[in-house]
């Protein structure tokens, strides 16, 4: 990889702990998290306004980090940007030529484009490990925020906030250090303090399910807090890793390498045997589910894992799911949506709730339909 690599992530969490893997191997790449409103109307200012919404997020996100270079006196028109491919085959794969004609339009000429697999591809076993790792490594911190907070009263919540806070600085100390880090380590002593938290907490919050693209779940910016909206309704999220998506997206272009398999193994490992923190759902389970829905070959997009996770959710017992869509995801429109009518067929009348996230638009609409599930949640937890 190259020095001073841009790696534009839709997923405000993860992204900090990828950045901190790639400094501590030496591979010279950031991965930007930042998009606030600011950056997100410089976004639309510089690509159509009808492009995929992920698309404009990365635009602002790349288009931020070049100008942060350059306040460092790193020169903005000999920038390296790399987007990686979460939605494959959709209007996803558009991303890189919105990225490079945004930052040229910001008068940035001299980007140079990479591709995520062929980057992969260039790194050394180790590096692509290192960087599995520290994927994971958010997904299950994140995973246990979402499973235990919500459940939390009085003193416990600052107490366990602190601790959430401690976890993470360790991990990212350790991987800026370049010191090794095992995740499957990790996760087994994580869920081991967790379950020493367990009894303290009461588990009687609803559980909501949440299915869509990774911007459409991971980037604040984008989903106007869901997850946060969410707990603060009252409601325990369920959601994905994203290294489940992560896994989808590589699966899906005929990816290979120790990355991908990395990926795998650790999903795989989260997918069974843990107390606290919530399982994993590994690509071959969330293909499997997928298929009793959406045909095999329709892979464009999300594809059939839209239709597998949600149906794995209803398996589980969530049958309150928020399906979030972003503007301009013809995946989102056609096998998302389309999908709906026999999920909800199959989960006996579930309560699938859906919310298109648009930049052009007021989120006070969106929180509202976001806070409506929330409420429609707890009654039924309250009717038994």
């Known amino acids: 990889m190259r020095e001073r ?15 901190a893997a790639a400094q501590g191997a030496g591979l010279g790449a950031h991965f930007p998290t930042e998009a606030d409103a600011d950056a997100i109307r410089q976004g639309l200012s510089l690509v159509n306004n009808d492009a995929c919404f992920t698309a404009v997020v990365a635009v602002a996100q790349a288009h931020r980090a070049v100008q942060a270079q350059a306040g460092a006196g790193i020169p903005g028109e000999s920038a390296d940007v790399c987007v990686p491919m979460l939605c494959p085959g959709c209007r996803c794969k558009d991303i890189p030529f919105f990225v490079e004609r945004g930052l040229r339009e910001a008068g940035l000429p001299g980007i140079t484009l990479h ?178 829905f959406v045909p095999e070959l329709l892979t464009h997009g999300l594809g059939w894992s839209f239709a597998g996770w949600m149906s794995i959710l209803i398996d589980e017992g969530v049958t309150d799911i928020v399906y979030a869509s972003v503007f301009g995801c013809l995946s989102g429109h056609v096998v998302g949506r389309g999908v709906l009518r026999r999920l909800r067929r199959y989960g006996s009348g579930a309560n699938i709730a859906t919310v298109e996230f648009d930049p052009g638009t007021s989120s006070v609409n969106q929180v509202n339909r976001i806070k409506l599930m929330a409420a429609v949640a707890r009654q039924g937890r309250e009717r038994g």
């Open 115 to 292: 591709d995520f697999n062929e980057l992969l591809r260039g790194a050394s076993s180790a590096e692509q490990r290192c960087l599995a790792h520290a994927l994971m490594a958010g997904d299950l911190l994140l995973q246990l925020r979402l499973r235990m907070r919500p459940h939390l009263e009085g003193p416990q919540v600052p107490y366990f906030d602190a601790l959430s806070e401690s976890w993470r600085g360790r991990v990212l100390e350790m991987l800026r250090s370049g010191e090794p880090f095992d995740a499957r380590s990790f996760m087994r002593n994580l869920d081991d303090e967790a379950a020493r938290l367990l009894p303290t907490a009461r588990l009687s919050k609803p559980r909501v399910g949440v299915a869509g693209t990774a911007a459409a779940l991971f980037c604040p910016s984008v989903n106007g807090g869901l997850l946060q909206v969410l707990e603060e309704e009252g409601c325990e999220v369920v959601a994905p890793y994203l290294s489940g998506l992560v896994s989808y997206a590589l699966h899906a272009q005929g990816a290979e390498g120790t990355f991908l398999e990395e990926v795998d193994g650790l999903c795989a490992c989260a997918s069974e045997g843990l107390r606290v923190i919530p399982h994993a759902v590994t690509y071959e389970r969330a293909r499997s589910a997928g298929l009793r």
């Open 5 to 19: 690599l841009i790696i534009p992530l839709p997923s405000d969490w993860h992204g900090g702990f990828l950045s």
